[in-house]
């Protein structure tokens, strides 16, 4: 699987597509989140990997997850490191616990960096970005 790191068209840093991770990229496409199960001890994890991290089994399945979370922790960004982020900052970056236990670093869609709390709920959002790529996002739960 190619891939560029900066989008000709818009400037914006895309990620790198891992042929091992081609699974959760598949699946972002088709609006689902699926991480790593470990078929041993039934733990989830993140960032994609060979091995379980709870119990260093490597027979896993991909599965879906619930999607919903919440805040663990944040950072927000004043400086912007591209071009592309220039008309953004500032901008937070979140990390998202799942229910399911596993943290994703992220971005929160729709929500002003004043609003940016830890232990907010969120639910996960998808971001078309290019013909290939669909990022994971989240934004807050509704209700
Ligand atoms: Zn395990």
Not at 39 to 51: D, F, L, V
Not at 118 to 127: D, F, L, N, R
Request: charged share 25%.
């Amino acid at each position: 699987m190619a891939s560029k790191l900066v989008d000709e068209k818009t400037g914006r840093y895309l990620p790198v597509l891992y042929p091992e991770e081609k699974p959760f990229w598949d699946a972002a496409k088709e609006r689902r989140l699926v991480l790593q199960r470990c078929k041993s001890c039934g733990k989830s994890w993140y960032p994609i990997g060979p091995a379980c991290p709870h119990c260093f089994a490597t027979d896993f399945e991909w599965s879906q997850m619930s999607g919903r979370g919440k805040i663990h922790n944040y950072v927000i960004y004043h400086k912007a490191w591209t071009p592309w982020f220039e008309k953004r900052v500032p901008y937070a970056v979140v990390q998202v616990e799942l229910d399911e236990g596993p943290r994703l670093t992220t971005n929160l869609l729709d929500c002003p960096v004043s609003e940016v709390k830890i232990g907010t709920p969120v639910e996960v959002a998808y971001e078309d970005i290019t013909d290939e790529i669909t990022l994971v996002q989240f934004r807050r739960a509704a209700g």
